[in-house]
């Protein structure tokens, strides 16, 4: 299986910054994607960035040019860096992963692993 560690979320003014952090353990074969999904009070989720092995990113239209995705894939960790955070970021952060195990040699298919979320609240 795999764990996936998120830390770094918590209460920030309007034009503040967090970085989020979410780290992959496991019996992991490969990783393929890794990416942030945020859900707000009564809203459905949303991807926020995602970041394929194959260096695609992908950004929501509301974050571009404020939030950033990274990797360190020697840590199998992806980061968010959160700038000029508005009210509207809000939300219970998910960390999201897709990723292949190797059980004893044997290479499962790819499959979608999520954190158990970080709170952000914007506010002043």
């Known amino acids: 299986q795999v764990q996936l560690v998120e830390s770094g979320g918590g209460l920030v003014q309007p034009g503040g910054s967090l970085r989020l952090s979410c780290a992959a353990s496991?019996?992991?074969?490969?990783?393929?994607?890794m990416g942030w999904y945020r859900q707000a009070p009564g809203k459905q989720r949303e991807l926020v960035a995602s970041?394929?092995?194959?260096?695609?990113?992908m950004y929501s239209d509301s974050v571009k040019g404020r939030f950033t995705i990274s990797r360190d894939n020697a840590k199998n960790t992806v980061y968010l860096q959160m700038n000029s955070l508005k009210h509207e970021d809000t939300a219970v952060y998910y960390c999201?992963?897709?990723?292949?195990?190797?059980?004893?040699?044997?290479?499962?298919?790819?499959?979608?692993?999520w954190g158990q979320g970080t709170q952000v609240t914007v506010s002043s």
């Open positions: 999201n992963v897709g990723a292949s195990l190797d059980y004893g040699g044997e290479i499962s298919n790819e499959a979608v692993y």
């Open positions: 970041s394929t092995s194959g260096g695609t990113i």
């Open positions: 496991g019996n992991i074969f490969a990783i393929y994607v």
